[in-house]
């Protein structure tokens, strides 16, 4: 079974800075996707970048990037010129490829980051 | 807006009592997803249906159980309810068609439940 591992419980930054969000994953499989998801203090699940595992480049929205290392099984996400509105709980995801596999389509989460911002 | 609706947002009810939650999927998809969230925890997947059928189970307790109606829309029953179930559950859905090629499941808001 996939598993997806946060080690960072809580992290802060100030606004403007820049800060990084670490998730590393252990698979089996070569074809997957990766997900960040933000939950604000309203608890709706927002999604913030997707990654497909075949492609090679990083994926990046607006001021959200990722730093994808498929054979480090890892998948860090980078928010620059941190907003006010950035402050949550951020998400890793792991979602199988496998068309034909029982766990296609669920997404396996991580057990989250909870991102302070200081004005 | 997700376009997942789920009903009711706020539920409190008593130890032993029997819950259902109900989610509306977004127009057009077709599998559903169940996933409950406690306090300051990530998300536990329950259950998984697609066009009606069981597709996945995760972690669900045998007190728990649902299904995904002709219309497609879910319920997710809770019976017997323990203090320990008092949590958010959120209901997801996906196209999750061979050529559906974005992956991401699409939230409800959540409904949660309170049990004292």
């Not at chain 1, 800075?17 to 998801?37: A, I, K, P, Q, R």
């Not at chain 1, 006010?84 to 034909?100: E, K, T, V």
């Not at chain 2, 995904?68 to 320990?84: A, I, K, T």
């Amino acid at each position: 079974a996939q598993t997806v591992t946060q080690s960072q419980p809580e992290m802060s930054v100030q606004e403007a800075e820049t800060v990084t969000l670490s998730c590393t994953y252990d698979t089996s499989e070569s074809d997957y996707y990766l997900f960040w998801y933000k939950q604000p203090p309203s608890r709706q699940m927002i999604l913030v970048i997707r990654q497909e595992a075949y492609k090679q480049q990083n994926a990046t929205e607006n001021r959200f990037s990722v730093n994808f290392q498929k054979a480090a099984k890892s998948f860090s996400l980078k928010i620059s010129d941190s907003q006010l509105g950035d402050a949550a709980m951020y998400f890793c995801a792991y979602r199988s490829g496998n068309a034909g596999g029982t766990s296609y389509g669920k997404l396996t989460f991580g057990q989250g980051t909870i991102l302070t911002v200081h004005p | 807006d997700s376009g997942v609706t789920q009903t009711p947002k706020h539920l409190i009810t008593a130890t032993g009592q029997r819950v259902t939650l109900r989610c509306s999927p977004r127009s057009g998809d077709l599998s559903v997803y169940w996933y409950q969230q406690s306090l300051d925890q990530g998300l536990q997947f329950l259950i998984q249906y697609y066009n009606g059928e069981e597709r996945a189970k995760g972690n669900i307790l045998e007190r728990f159980s649902a299904q995904q109606f002709p219309d497609l829309h879910s319920e997710l029953n809770l019976s017997s309810l323990e203090l320990g179930d008092s949590a958010l559950y959120f209901c997801a859905s996906s196209a999750l068609l061979a050529r559906d090629a974005t992956g991401e499941l699409f939230f409800g808001e959540g409904s949660r439940l309170t049990v004292l």
